[in-house]
């Protein structure tokens, strides 16, 4: 999903025309983004009985990031 929303999703609309993104998004957003990608890695490598899979406790901290991460970005916009 990463690789789709950074190749497709920002490659496709850049294909058809110019558009800039703010400083303050890309610093925001890309380590976030960084973060989740290796807890993710992490989250699939452990426990060691089921490498590659997710269990659903993997699942619910997962979900928890992205409510959290969906509720600061709610909170910065309405701050403003």
Do not use: H, K, W
């Amino acid at each position: 999903s990463n690789l789709f929303n950074s190749l497709a999703v920002v490659g496709l609309p850049a294909v058809l025309t110019t558009f800039s993104v703010e400083t303050a998004a890309l610093m925001r957003d890309v380590p976030i983004t960084v973060a989740l990608t290796l807890l993710l890695i992490v989250l699939s490598r452990l426990p060691s009985s089921l490498p590659g899979f997710l269990t659903r406790s993997n699942g619910f901290i997962l979900f928890g990031c992205f409510v959290v991460y969906q509720s600061y970005l709610y909170y910065e916009v309405a701050t403003r």
